[in-house]
T-cell receptor
């Protein structure tokens, strides 16, 4: 059984551009959460989705948005990229047992 | 102030040493997780604790709910244990989302 898969693994964008990151949860998991991890810090919560509905939002600007699809995969979108958005973006999926499984992340570099 | 504090930030040990990493938190929680992150970035969940103690191989995790403190112990450490270990908590006071510590970077020298 595949774990949580994220794509792409690495990405370089320029300031002002838009980016879409993707996450496929473990089969059977209906909840997906997104986290941002800046170098040297712990991850920070961005969004949680459950059954296609937003269930939680962290302290991030409106440039960050997300959605969840009927197959429970999710996209994280960031508009008007800033240098400070450079980070590792992690996706985690959760099943009914509340166990969390993390993906390997997408490393975004904004230049 | 971070809701989750870890110590030490960095730790270097000789192979075979007993290692302890500490985590203190300030919010009410339903569970505490110990996570391992390797240089590539991917995170592996080691333990999920709500009380007491858990053991998996050479790893032991304990939690004291009253004192809001948890420890991760590694017995007979090995170079392959080198990684960043992150403490994360979640619960009704966190909107059921994780609050993460900044991690403890462990290097085990052969």
């Amino acid at each position: 059984d595949a774990g949580v898969t994220q794509s792409p693994t690495h990405l370089i964008k320029t300031r002002g551009q838009h980016v879409t990151l993707r996450c496929s949860p473990i089969s059977g998991h209906k909840s997906v959460s997104w986290y941002q991890q800046v170098l040297g810090q712990g991850p920070q919560f961005i969004f949680q989705y459950y059954e296609k509905e937003e269930r939680g939002r962290g302290n991030f600007p409106d440039r960050f948005s997300a959605r969840q699809f009927p197959n429970y995969s999710s996209e994280l979108n960031v508009n008007a990229l800033l240098l400070g958005d450079s980070a590792l973006y992690l996706c985690a999926s959760t099943g009914h047992d509340y166990g969390y499984t993390f993906g390997s992340g997408t490393r975004l570099t904004v230049v | 102030k971070n809701e989750v504090e870890q110590s030490p930030q960095n730790l270097t040990a000789q192979e075979g040493e007993f290692i302890t990493i500490n985590c203190s938190y300030s919010v009410g929680i339903s569970a505490l997780h110990w996570l391992q992150q390797h240089p590539g970035g991917g995170i592996v969940s080691l333990f999920m604790l709500s009380s007491g103690k858990k053991k998996h191989g050479r790893l032991i995790a304990t939690i004291n709910i009253q004192e809001k403190h948890s420890s991760l112990h590694i017995t007979a450490s090995h170079p392959r244990d080198s990684a960043v270990y992150i403490c994360a908590v979640r619960g009704p006071n966190t909107g059921n989302q994780f609050y993460f510590g900044t991690g403890t970077s462990l290097t085990v020298i052969p």
